[in-house]
């Protein structure tokens, strides 16, 4: 264990970063998950064509950062929304009970990873940073810009998400749809809508989230498929149901991933992980920040 | 092995049109063999390899196809007790030099330990919640290796797997293919016993959730117990043939991807037979290598074919199989239901004990909401106890009091002059106490006969060991429910309907089955949740019909009710609440007459002679 306390906030900046990646594919789980009842299995390969994506236009074709980040959080939207009609749509009629949407999304996630390689090859795209800043030190730590981009993003994406939900109406549709899709159809709301656009959203998020990561991690074909478990793993942490579960689940697994390599070793830090999540769904059964009823019949 | 044979393959039922049991014995001895020969077919090392994988893989996935699409459950960690079943065996192989035999069997019991473990959190967390954490544990666990990377070898891997041995000789690995297949089918026969046996009910019971299962007097822990421990069994049968393959394992040969193709495996082949997952893990396998020639878009074209594939058949691949070659060879899914008697069915339940039930001063609050406040009651056999007044009053609570569902703040309850307070809803089940609820909770795609069936489970359970091997007492347990059911049925005058489904029946007929296998407990307290609501005409009149003949017969009935005229019809007694307390208690006519209760409930029309006349 190292002496002084510079690496664990070097560290635990580092995994405020990592954190925030986490986070956002969280929040894109939450939100397609509690509009339609689907865990897009493809979210994290939506992430790493936000990256190879953003390396195309912003690096290889010098288009100007804002613009490029535009035409990527729009472009990997837009693919969410097809993948939405193509593996998600078409099941509605199979009902409920159907777990199809397993492999269709599986299917998406390996037909998108695989284009992808096509695209823009196997190798791993080196990204500049976004802003041209000097790490700053606070004290002997290490405060990389790189990762509070990261976190702010996050942060950013979580407080733009709840404040939709709560004060728009489609916010409120979507709420709507979430807590009881049968009473939000009586009540007119198209929910298949509500699902095709969440799942565009949840894309956006992605697509955002995988540009602004592409200078810590490089843009590659598969940088997705690690990042699926992860936000799996955030989601538990946090509860399903508001995007601020999602963000503090990401941010905690990204902590304790970081803190548990500086601490122990890269060996131990899934299992340090499993016990933490595992801790807190002893203590609570929903996750951190999930709805919990006791009326079961 | 004759003995073996015979005990793993009950002969099919007597009465079933059909091929002969002899046949299908021989047809599936046929279909072993075929597959056993495969390898000198094909003749050549990859594919012997590919499908002795395929072997190994349908192992896990058939474990899994009983926890997820018989029973429901989210515990999708199969493939990290599979990798603690390689590692245990690989370990001691290896490292210590185990005979393997030996290693095999520690392994097994490794991964059953490694199962109970990591299923911890699905008695705690449910649904979505256990999915994610337990395919997190899959992940995990093989990369515990790497904390002790002496014995294990850890992230390099760990070589030097000797195969187990024969009379002083190594297996072939076409040997070793034969005895995964060995194990492979003996699993399929036993999870076969095990679903076809009244077990299966049960996991129906916990797929529909754990209110059901607890309705009919099973504990949701022990059943979740019991097939998570089947599951990681298989998985670890399984994983402790993987390690001799290459003598070589590490933790990198289970990744996320490999518990994503199990699941997937499992829902391509979906949940209608245990063998269901072979063909979605041969899929899965297959598939890819099928599609080499187009070498760099391989990956591609599988994806597209499984999007494609699950859009065309979301309820997987094994369903239509089956309903084509059904309809070929054997026109119906089972047996003809055995023709019931009434009367024995009424003779049954008046041997029932005549326990009171007795309610004293409950009270229950929700936050700062009182729901129930001071309650008391009392129900007798051989009458009609009717809690009626207005929604919200406390109707339902006070049934999900009594019957263990929800926890009282204070106040008793007991049946017999035992007290029953605090025990858990299926105790109390047992204790022979039965309910129904608003919402019938009944097994939508099993049939009425089924459904009956179930609410005997907790009666008369069968070892779950007894069930595997398909022995008689096991057998004979089903045929007696199948007999009592039938006279339960025919009591509640849905014979004919016998082998339905229930999701085909009338919302009419639904309740006169929930209320039918209420009964199957022989309950000497039977409570119901509105029954009539939502019946029409003469539904109305055939549950009136159906519950005086359940006073008749000596039980006790405490009817929640909404439907005035049936409640003043049929009640012996009736007990008014008006926001949580008791308001007034008598018969129909002294309830009726009661000023407070025309006032609060009522209306004070109910109280004029001409009204009564339009009750009628």
């Known amino acids: 264990m190292p002496a002084g306390w510079e690496p664990y906030v070097s560290a635990l900046v580092a995994g405020l970063g990592v954190g925030g990646v986490y986070a956002l594919v969280a929040m894109g789980y939450n939100l397609v998950f509690r509009a339609t009842g689907v865990f897009n299995l493809a979210q994290g390969q939506l992430l790493s064509y936000g990256a190879l994506i953003g390396f195309t236009l912003w690096v290889s074709h010098g288009t100007p950062l804002l613009l490029a980040l535009l035409a990527v959080t729009a472009a990997v939207a837009a693919l969410g929304f097809v993948q939405e009609r193509i593996t998600v749509a078409p099941l509605a009629r199979a009902g409920t009970n159907s777990m199809a949407w397993v492999i269709t999304t599986l299917g998406a996630s390996v037909v998108l990873e695989n284009i992808a390689q096509l695209a823009w090859g196997g190798d791993q795209h080196p990204v500049p940073p976004l802003a041209d800043l000097a790490a700053w030190r606070i004290g002997g730590a290490t405060v990389q810009p790189a990762n509070m981009i990261i976190l702010v993003t996050a942060l950013a994406a979580a407080a733009a998400l709840t404040a939709v939900t709560r004060y728009t109406r489609a916010g409120k549709t979507w709420s709507a749809t979430a807590e009881d899709a049968e009473a939000a159809r009586v009540r007119g709301i198209n929910t298949r809508r509500v699902g095709a656009v969440s799942f565009a959203v949840a894309a956006a998020l992605s697509g955002f989230a995988g540009f602004v990561v592409a200078p810590v991690t490089g843009a590659s074909f598969d940088m997705g498929s690690s990042l699926t478990l992860a936000g799996f793993v955030a989601i538990a942490v946090g509860g399903f149901g508001s995007a601020g579960g999602a963000l503090a689940g990401g941010l905690i697994i990204g902590v304790v991933d970081s803190e548990a390599v500086l601490m122990l070793s890269s060996a131990w830090k899934d299992v340090v992980t499993l016990l933490v999540l595992l801790l807190i769904l002893g203590v609570r059964p929903n996750g951190l920040f999930g709805t919990y009823r006791e009326r079961v019949i | 092995m004759a003995a073996l044979t015979r005990t793993l393959l009950p002969r099919a039922r007597r009465a079933g049109p059909g091929p002969s049991a002899g046949v299908r014995e021989v047809a599936l001895v046929a279909v072993f063999a075929v597959v056993a020969l495969l390898p000198l077919i094909a003749g050549d090392r990859f594919w012997t390899r590919k499908l002795f994988v395929i072997a190994v893989m349908s192992i896990v996935a058939v474990g899994l196809n009983l926890v997820l699409g018989y029973a429901g459950e989210y515990a999708l960690g199969q493939v990290g007790i599979f990798a603690a079943g390689a590692y245990v065996t690989g370990v001691l192989t290896a490292t210590y030099h185990w005979n393997a035999w030996l290693a095999m069997l520690a392994g097994v019991a490794a991964a059953a330990l490694t199962g109970l473990v990591a299923s911890v959190p699905g008695l705690r967390v449910g649904g979505w919640y256990f999915a994610l954490t337990s395919l997190f544990i899959a992940t995990v666990i093989p990369q515990t290796v790497r904390l002790a990377p002496g014995p294990t070898g850890g992230e390099l891997g760990l070589a030097g797997i000797d195969r187990p041995q024969i009379a002083g000789h190594p297996l072939s690995t076409p040997a070793l293919y034969i005895l995964v297949l060995a194990v492979l089918g003996l699993a399929l026969l036993g999870l076969r016993n095990l679903t076809r046996s009244t077990w299966g009910l049960a996991f129906a019971c916990l797929r529909r959730g754990d209110v059901c299962l607890r309705s009919a007097g099973m504990s949701p822990v022990r059943v979740r117990l019991t097939i998570y421990l089947f599951a990681a069994v298989l998985a670890g049968a399984g994983g402790v043939v993987y390690p001799f393959l290459d003598g070589f394992i590490s933790p990198d040969a289970f990744p996320l991807s490999l518990s994503i193709l199990i699941i997937g495996a499992t829902i391509i082949g979906g949940s209608d037979a245990v063998w269901a997952p072979v063909v979605g893990v041969a899929i899965l396998q297959l598939v890819p290598e099928l599609s080499d020639r187009f070498d760099k878009y391989a990956l591609l074209i599988y994806g597209l074919a499984l999007v494609a594939g699950s859009l065309l058949l979301p309820r997987g691949l094994v369903a239509p199989l089956r309903r084509a070659a059904s309809a070929v060879l054997r026109p119906a899914r089972s047996a003809e239901p055995p023709a019931g008697s009434a009367d024995a069915a009424v003779a049954r339940l008046a041997r029932g004990d005549g326990a009171i039930l007795e309610v004293r001063g409950l009270n229950k609050a929700f936050g700062g909401l009182r729901a129930v406040s001071d309650v008391s009651f009392t129900a007798r056999p051989g009458q009609i106890t009717a809690v009626i007044g207005a929604n919200g009053c406390g109707k339902t609570t006070t049934l999900n009091l009594v019957s263990g569902f929800y926890r ?38 099993r049939t009425a006969l089924e459904n009956v069936m ?153 109280t004029r002679p001409a009204t009564r006349k339009e009750d009628r």
């Open chain 2, 408 to 445: 009282a703040d204070a106040g008793h309850v007991s049946l017999g002059g035992t007290a029953v307070e605090g025990r858990a809803p299926h105790r109390i089940v047992r204790d022979r106490l039965a309910r129904t609820f608003q919402t019938p909770m009944l097994l939508t795609d």
């Open chain 2, 454 to 606: 179930a609410g005997m489970l907790a009666h008369a359970p069968v070892p779950a060991a007894a069930a595997v091997l398909g022995l008689p007492s096991a057998r004979r347990t089903r045929e007696r429910f199948r007999r009592d059911a039938a006279d339960l049925l025919a009591f509640a005058g849905l014979g004919p309907l016998a082998g339905q489904d229930a999701d085909t029946l009338s919302p009419g007929r639904q309740r006169l089955l929930e209320v039918a296998r209420a009964l199957a407990g022989s309950p000497s307290v039977l409570l119901l949740d509105e029954p009539a609501a939502g019946l029409v005409g003469a539904e109305v009149g055939e549950l009136a019909g159906l519950l005086r003949a359940v006073r008749a017969a000596g039980v006790a009935v405490v009817l929640v009710e909404h439907n005035m005229r049936l409640v003043m019809d049929l009640a012996d007694h009736v007990v008014v609440l008006d926001t949580g307390t008791v308001l007034a208690t008598g018969t129909p006519g002294e309830v009726r007459a009661d000023p407070a209760v025309a006032r609060s409930y009522l209306g004070a029309a109910a």
